[in-house]
């Protein structure tokens, strides 16, 4: 029997090395910060080793009020990330808490959302078109959001009235479930002695 499970929002934040440092700062204080409570804020940080502004950014994110919790490379560009550990990168925090990892290209973003994503939103910032098509073409989630917050990704947002839920699954409804997900279809055929 088909059953639609609406599954934790383990998102993350890809940081393209193409990005607009404005973009990407405002993108990922409002994934992270504008309600921490829910599935679709964002839990991950990836960003590209080639990215200028990674201080800048871990410090916007710090002065928020945001513990992050980063590799050896995230360490090393603020003072205040804390050690990640495997956990951190699985966890869904649902609280002022981000973890942080720097990645040597697009793909080994795409590569860490395959092993500790959740099928759920993953976002990307970046400027260049065969990144954001590779990108989109890569990750395996429910919304897919480029140059925008992963907290778009509800059913009032994409404009199907009140949600129930976020289907983080493939069968039958995937993303932001509205009434016609939940409702099935039954066939009245009519007829006055019809026969085929």
């Known amino acids: 029997m088909p059953v639609i499970e609406t599954g934790v929002g383990n998102c993350h934040v ?3 090395a193409s990005a607009d440092a404005a973009m990407a700062e405002a993108i990922v204080l409002n994934a992270k910060t504008h309600r921490v409570s829910v599935c679709n804020a964002a839990e991950t940080l990836l960003v590209h080793r080639d990215v200028p502004f990674l201080p800048r950014l871990l410090a916007a994110l710090a002065d928020a009020g ?16 804390v050690p990640a ?9 649902l ?3 981000m973890a942080v990892r720097v990645v040597d ?3 080994a973003a ?3 959302i395959a092993q500790w994503g959740s099928g759920h939103s993953e976002a990307i910032v970046a400027d260049s078109a ?3 098509t590779d990108f989109t073409a890569g990750v395996d989630a429910a919304a897919v959001l480029v ?3 992963t907290r778009f990704t509800d059913g009032g947002e994409f404009g199907f009235g009140a949600e129930i839920g976020i289907s983080t699954q493939k069968l039958h409804a995937r993303g932001p479930l509205g009434l016609p997900e939940l409702t099935s279809t039954t066939y009245v055929v009519t007829g006055i002695g019809h026969t085929r």
């Open 130 to 132: 065969s990144a954001i």
């Open 110 to 112: 795409l590569e860490h």
């Open 95 to 97: 609280s002022m808490d």
């Open 147 to 149: 140059n925008a917050s």
């Open 85 to 93: 550990t495997d956990e951190d990168w699985a966890t869904e925090y």
């Open 14 to 16: 890809y940081v393209d």
């Open 66 to 81: 945001v513990t992050l919790h980063g590799d050896d490379a995230a360490r090393a560009a603020h003072e205040a990330v």
């Open 105 to 107: 290209d697009l793909p």
